[in-house]
């Protein structure tokens, strides 16, 4: 197996306030989006994809119960998705899993008009942004 790229993300690790929730929703997209159980224990899960994983962990340590995706800190995670298409199918589908959708009145376009994306929240505030792959915009 080759060594990953110098600089690419190694992991990120979030802390949930309820990771049953986190799961069914965090969990649900990822394993969706083509990640795969990494690691799981009592308090957390990670999904691999590459030489990247995710956790999301139940934490003791928790200062509060809810994420603030507009304080210092982690704003959302954005993932790429194949198309148009797959980006709404994962809108609606989302919202069987704790999701809602964000800035409904700008959707697909809330990042601009030359961006096709869908903005979702789950109920514990965190942000996820599916963005389309423009053929065009590859390098």
Known sequence: MTPPTHGVLHHVEIWVPDLPR??????W??????YTVF?????????QL??????????????DDRHDR????????????EDAATVEALAVEATQHGWRLLFPDLHPH????????????N???FEIELVAINPANRG
């Open 29 to 34: 997209l990822l394993e969706t989006l083509g």
């Open 123 to 125: 109920e514990d505030g």
């Open 110 to 121: 809330a990042g601009g008009e030359e961006h096709y994306a869908a903005y979702l929240e």
């Open 50 to 63: 590459g030489p990247t994983y995710l956790v999301l962990e139940q934490s003791p340590a928790l200062t």
């Open 39 to 47: 690691q799981s224990w009592d308090s957390g899960r990670s999904w």
């Open 70 to 81: 507009c304080r210092p800190g982690l704003n959302h995670l954005a993932f790429h998705v």
């Open 22 to 27: 986190a799961i069914n929703s965090l969990g």
